[in-house]
């Protein structure tokens, strides 16, 4: 098949960007032509090159709703870009772009297949009902995301779920010797358990309700703190945590492409969103390295860590349960040896790149089958 892409931006700073590149590039060794249109350079640029048929540059892809008739004009170049690729079928990373890809698909002739990846620009009845009309497929990365849509007027029947994956041998369970040079790597004390929070630092991803966490769980000091890696997306709101107290408990480490480094020199990893989370992609990442995931219940997070691994399930918002959790999991670390492989196996089995790929594949080709036979799905 020739597939026709997006992305907003090269750079691994948002689950969404991350997931685009892990999937184009397996499509791609499955033999498929990829077409890439996006609209910032980043890291990314050069991997997406070793493999793409054509990457082409647009000034924008989303339309808001409010101001959808103003800006339609400025879809232009990307409409144009993409048709001329001639797709077999469009996949349209998040549902904002989706005029764009269903006025490339009118062009192109060809059917569109919609990834949903969270709540933002889903929460229109009449625009879901009226895009979906027009959509083969939309596929919500978690039940809670199909959920959500379908009650804002999503069709049910062309709506699938597909768990996000990773490949678990990018994120190799870690043991001491790889916990130790991880933290000389990060200039981490070699000594001392730590909890490691990796996102983006905003008050919606609760890095705050986690050093309270910290200081509720341990108030003598005797672990060594918490790590807290990912880029600022609020400089007033990091400000007020580097005044927090276990500020001085606290390691500061920039948004890396090497997230393994982080989650191997930590012992529990830490998901204390206020926000629903559609999926929560550190949840597994965290999972295949032999981490356990302490995480708050909401969005997709909960259907993530099933029941299997729901005891590290605490209410949203409560940093009493979360420092209980914390310690819980840190006393398993070394009560029960196999924590760490049960974690591992536990993404392995369910969470796998091959796995997610397999279902966007099928749904691409089966879009692509039917426009070809006049059939719609």
Known sequence: MRILMNSEHLSPNTGISVHTV??????????????????RDGPFADRYAAFCRSMTRVPVFDLGVRRAWRDAPRLVPAVVAGARSRPDVIYANRFRPLPWALATGWLARAPVVCHLHGLIGIDHPTVNRMLGRHTEQFLAVSQFVKDAFVEWGGDATRVGVVHNGIDPAAYPVGGSEERRAARRELGIPEDGDLVLFCGRIDPTKGVDLLLDAVALADPAGSWLGAVVMGPVGDEAYAARLRRHPVASRTHWVPMRTDVVTGYHAADVIAVPSRIDEAFGRVVIEGLATGRPVVATAVGGVP?????????????????????AAIARAFSLRSSEPGLGARCAAYVSERFTIDRQVDAVEASLAAAARGRRSGARH
């Not at 892990?22 to 609209?39: F, K, N, Q, S, T």
């Not at 259907?303 to 420092?323: I, M, N, Q, S, T």
């Open 22 to 39: 892990e999937v184009a590039e397996a499509l791609a060794a499955r033999g498929h032509e990829i077409d890439l249109l996006y609209m």
């Open 303 to 323: 259907e993530v860590l099933g029941r299997e691994l729901a005891d590290f399930v605490v209410p949203r918002d409560d940093a009493g349960a979360l420092a």
